[in-house]
């Protein structure tokens, strides 16, 4: 345990940056997965085209064979950005595509008598689904939304593979180091839950808070 | 179920703009596919030779091998993970309360460490092989999330089943194993084969221990070849189609179960675990 304790502030730093890429993927999917859900139910079939296009993709792909196409096979064709940037875009789309078809989940629950009334008061399409359609799907979705974040922060140690300095590569490199592979492992393992843990734990708060009765 | 529909029977001046809109929705989508190829084209990643390489007998040969350990690791891990699972969720639901809560550590442990730290783990701290630290770390993991399946699906069941079955004198395992279980798992099954799409996409993570698995063929291939681009979309290509397979393998049982005579074994269609999904993302 004493090689763990010798190296808190290390363990820290890389927890540290876990939490950054987590924070920040999350933003980027829930932006796009959402416009990418929006899509999905437009009226122009292209778009719809697009968004399934978009979803189906990233979600049969592996999340390892993504960050590899990207940080080895496009620098190929002259895209590339700092490592940390890059492992965002990575997350952020891979993400997407589970918060898209989430939401739209959840915009499949709202009743349709919802949107028909919307309609029949004369709102346009982007009024029906961002006004009346979307604020309370995205209710019925905070649990599955929830544990995307989880899924996302356990991912973020997926970017290891690509040489992205988070905890994953801190600990691996210690671990190479010092050889105590054990002990090291188990605190990055205990670094972990007491990331997720909490987060979810919060996560079900928010769901109780924001919870309607129907 | 009525599924809404978020926009009116469109009227003349919407035609038009819907048809705008289409125009240059396409135009954008058009645009993106001609800066994605003048990239291609400019860095010189069209020649015919990069992508004809990919379809020599013998680079066809290196990847179809990748791609069988993949499988190997992925079918190994799934039947291990299943009876662990199995394990797990009857722990779960045993009387014994020090029993519930040790099936309830384990999960929570393994379900909320990442599974490369697992596999890390295995081959660095316990010298495991490279295939087998993936498969236990694939089987250590799946297990979590497998037992959540078995589980709800057991718990979706009548209550009216075991307790007749309790009723005309079985044992609570003979009501298990002969009622109970048999109706669950037949409910189960489209989870599952979900489940195996993330256990196939997992496997990829072999490459942490350099295990000679579908990506890592990918990887030295475009190396040798020196067409890591051409290589690793590939593989990409090659993971899309067995799992886009599998999904509608899914989706078709799904639906054979809606149907047919499984309506009175298991009324209530098949089971949905909500969170499943999303928890297994990896």
């Known amino acids: 345990m004493g090689v763990v304790l010798d190296n808190l502030g290390a363990f820290g730093e890389g927890l540290r940056t876990t939490v950054a890429l987590t924070v920040l993927s999350y933003l980027v999917a829930f932006v796009v997965g959402t416009f990418v859900a929006a899509m999905r139910v437009s009226p122009i079939l292209p778009l719809r085209w697009l968004g399934a296009l978009w979803t189906e993709t990233l979600r049969n792909i592996p999340l390892t064979v993504l960050f590899f196409v990207f940080f080895f096979g496009f620098t190929k064709i002259g895209i590339s950005y700092l490592p940390f940037t890059s492992a965002v875009i990575v997350l952020g789309c891979y993400t997407s595509a589970f918060v898209a078809e989430t939401v739209r989940s959840g915009i499949n629950s709202v009743a349709a008598g919802q949107a028909e009334a919307a309609r029949a008061l004369g709102l346009s399409f982007p009024q029906v689904i961002g006004t009346i359609v979307l604020p309370q799907a995205l209710r019925t979705v905070v649990a599955p939304l929830g544990s995307l974040f989880v899924a996302l922060a356990k991912n973020t140690s997926i970017a290891f593979t690509v040489s992205v300095v988070e905890l994953t590569r801190i600990v691996n490199d210690l671990a190479n180091e010092t050889g105590e592979a054990i002990p090291l492992y188990l605190g990055a393992a205990v670094a972990y839950l007491l990331f997720v843990l909490p987060a979810s734990g919060a996560i079900g708060a928010i769901e109780r808070k924001v919870a309607i009765r129907r | ?282």
């Open chain 2, 1 to 282: 179920m009525t599924v809404a529909v978020f926009a009116d029977q469109l009227g003349p001046r919407g035609k038009v703009k819907v048809a705008a809109a289409t125009a240059v929705g396409s135009a954008f989508v058009a645009g993106v596919v001609y800066v994605a190829f003048r990239r291609f084209e400019s860095n010189g990643q069209l020649e015919a030779k990069l992508w004809s390489d990919l379809f020599t007998g013998e680079a066809i040969r290196f990847f179809w091998g990748g791609l069988k350990n993949t499988l190997k690791v992925a079918g190994v891990s799934l039947i291990l993970a299943l009876v662990a699972g199995m394990v797990l969720a009857l722990a779960r639901l045993s009387k014994r309360l020090p029993v519930r809560w040790l099936a309830t550590l384990w999960l929570q442990f393994f379900r909320g460490v990442p599974l490369v730290v697992l596999i890390l783990f295995g081959f660095y701290g316990f010298d495991l092989p490279r295939s087998t630290s993936i498969i236990v770390g694939l089987t250590l993991y799946n297990s979590a999330v497998l037992a959540e399946i078995i589980r709800a699906g057991i718990l979706s069941l009548d209550r009216g089943q075991s307790e007749a079955a309790l009723a005309v004198g079985m044992t609570s395992s003979q009501t298990m194993r002969l009622v109970v279980l048999p109706q669950a798992v037949r409910r189960m099954v489209p989870a599952l084969v979900s489940q195996l799409v993330v256990l196939l996409k997992d496997t990829s993570l072999g490459v942490a221990v350099l295990y000679e698995e579908l990506l890592r063929r990918g990887q030295l291939a475009g190396a040798f070849l020196k067409n890591p681009l051409q290589s690793l979309l590939f593989v990409a290509a090659i993971y899309m189609v067995v799992n886009l397979l599998l999904s509608a393998f899914a989706r078709w049982l799904e639906r054979r179960q809606g149907q047919g005579k499984s309506k009175k074994a298991a009324p209530g269609g098949p089971v949905r675990v909500t969170g499943v999904e999303d928890l297994s993302v990896a």
